[in-house]
């Protein structure tokens, strides 16, 4: 079983930054991949970015490439999600997913265990 807790979202105005974070309880969490996702209002939850058990790959939607990056620290049983550049668009609630297989997968359905969510609001 693995616990997921998402912080650091919050309001930032259009061009601004903000890093959230997803800390995770279990000792097997250096081996899963790691994903972030997101819903906004009336929308699907849709892939933001994924990272490897090691970090090694990492791959990411293509309206955040370049603007977003994603890390983890095994040590310290955390993944981020460093946001730059926000836009409107970008508003929305931030999940941390983790999937029990070692890749990158990019589909909702490939994750087993999802945090709570952070809202993000960008305003404009």
């Known amino acids: 079983q693995v616990h997921l807790v998402e912080s650091g979202g919050g309001l930032v105005q259009a061009g601004g930054s903000l890093r959230l974070s997803c800390a995770a309880s279990?000792?097997?969490?250096?081996?899963?991949?790691m994903g972030w996702f997101r819903q906004a209002p009336g929308k699907e939850r849709e892939f933001v970015a994924a990272?490897?058990?090691?970090?090694?790959?990492?791959y990411y939607t293509d309206s955040v490439k370049g603007r977003f990056t994603i890390s983890r620290d095994n040590a310290k049983n955390t993944v981020y999600l460093q946001m730059n550049s926000l836009r409107p668009e970008d508003t929305a609630v931030y999940y941390c997913?983790?999937?029990?297989?070692?890749?990158?997968?990019?589909?909702?359905?490939?994750?087993?265990?999802w945090g709570q969510g952070t809202q993000v609001t960008v305003s404009s």
């Open positions: 279990g000792r097997t969490f250096r081996s899963y991949a």
């Open positions: 990272i490897s058990w090691s970090g090694g790959s990492t």
């Open positions: 997913a983790a999937s029990t297989q070692g890749a990158v997968i990019t589909t909702p359905l490939g994750y087993v265990y």
